[in-house]
């Protein structure tokens, strides 16, 4: 097993590492750190739990120390999503903890005065997402001339969510010699078209099969009508006294509604999800992982970043409609070679959509049928799907909102990219 110590990194650095327990290397981070060192630009694609975040931040803090500071941001971390960003400054603010280093992180949802006065009192790692770092670079605050180090963490997620053009322009505003560093959970054609376009000669560095899930993830389907799931969800919480339980949802409204009822059934459970408050967003999921609620309703975007140790189960009440997104949600849990328990709720009507999240991970999940909640005639309706080629699958579902289509129409769809992007200051 490699050391961190087998590396030349400072002391500080070293020191840092030690407080955190941090001794040994993820694969990731076996791959990365020496390509990053090298000053190459790097397109890696790796699990969420790997241990990305050090991957490419040590590296870049390391190079750091070995420069002068200019008092402007010599390195920047575009995330998606601002409780992702909070995650990386925490990150990089604890690898930085012995050295003059200063982190900051600017998302919206949060007052931008503050933001500005902070950033021009001199800052050497910004961490971003980029609606709210548009807003201060077109107010002045920001100047990215001395950016030497630019990361695109989560790019598969920013590229989904319509962040194509907002990442674009970043890239134009930086130095044009700077290092540029993609990373990304999935691979799909949209992530490989944008890194053929803004990487230069990259090193390849994929330590897992494309759009797979850990290991240590073990899958589970149970079959149920959609009025029922609530009811479903709801006892097998209470039979198997599950104490911490992180549920996705494809909608607010959904989230919104479910909390209500499982407070109904006597299930503590709150909420996150774009609509929400930073500080409200911030006060869930510090109840959350602190115990004092069971149950977290979220949505795709809202829980982004959401890192807790040792997360036993995470529950996708309604199947993603992009199969990409399986792959970041069950990625709360079995994290760090722990195992974990991915459960999905499928309707007969997301039949479909189950089946594209079987084909993208590889393998069949098994079918838990408890007694009661049984869908009449599924075995039929699978086979019917099944002779369907991918692409007419992919169109069935003609009644779903703006971007539950594929990933290229996402992108395209204007009015859906104005409120994904509302959600995401």
Not at 19 to 35: E, G, K, M, R
Not at 63 to 76: C, D, F, N, V, Y
Not at 89 to 116: P, R, S, W
Not at 194 to 200: G, M
């Amino acid at each position: 097993m490699v050391k961190f110590t087998a590396f030349s990194f400072s002391q500080p650095l070293l020191d840092a590492l030690k407080d955190i327990n941090f001794h040994t290397l993820t694969p990731i981070q076996q791959a990365a750190i020496p390509a990053v060192r090298q000053g190459k630009d790097v397109l890696a694609t790796a699990q969420t739990g790997t241990g990305k975040t050090a991957a490419f931040a040590l590296p870049i803090i390391q190079k750091l120390l070995e420069t002068q500071s200019t008092g402007i941001p010599r390195a920047l971390i575009l995330a998606p999503t601002r409780e992702l960003a909070e995650q990386i400054a925490n990150n990089c603010m604890q690898f930085c903890k012995y050295t003059d280093l200063k982190v900051e992180a600017i998302f919206g949802g949060v007052n931008i005065n503050g933001q500005a006065e902070r950033v021009k009192a001199g800052v050497d790692i910004l961490v971003a997402t980029p609606g709210r770092l548009l807003d201060h670079i077109r107010l002045g605050n920001v100047n990215l001339s001395g950016i030497k180090h630019l990361v695109l963490d989560e790019a598969d997620r920013m590229l989904d969510m319509g962040f194509v053009a907002d990442m674009q322009q970043v890239i134009d505003l930086v130095d044009e010699n700077k290092q540029l560093l993609l990373f990304s959970a999935t691979f799909p054609s949209v992530v490989k078209q944008f890194a053929k376009q803004v990487l230069s000669h990259p090193e390849l560095i994929q330590v897992t099969p494309e759009n797979t899930t850990a290991e240590t993830v073990r899958h589970v389907v149970y079959p149920v009508k959609d009025e029922r799931k609530r009811e479903l969800l709801s006892e097998l919480i209470g039979k198997k006294n599950w104490q911490q339980v992180l549920v996705f949802v494809n909608m607010k409204e959904t989230a919104d509604k479910l909390v209500e009822e499982l407070k109904l059934d006597g299930i503590e459970a709150n909420v996150c999800h774009g609509d929400k408050k930073q500080g409200a967003r911030r006060r869930a999921l510090r109840d959350f992982t602190e115990g004092k609620v069971r149950v977290m309703v979220a949505t795709e975007v809202a829980a982004r970043g959401i890192d807790i140790v040792g997360l036993p189960r995470v529950v996708n009440y309604d199947v993603p409609y992009l199969a990409e997104d399986y792959v970041h949600r069950i990625g709360r849990t079995g994290r760090a070679g722990q195992s974990g328990y991915a459960i999905t709720f499928v309707s007969r009507e997301e039949e479909a959509d189950l089946i594209n999240v079987e084909q993208l991970i590889g393998q069949q999940i098994s079918r838990y049928y408890l007694p009661g909640y049984e869908v009449a005639n599924r075995e039929k309706l699978v086979e019917t799907i099944q002779k369907k080629p991918a692409h007419k699958r992919r169109k069935a579902r003609t009644n779903k909102p703006a971007g539950q289509a594929s990933a290229e129409a996402r992108l395209k769809n204007r009015s859906r990219i104005a409120r994904v992007r509302k959600q995401s200051k």
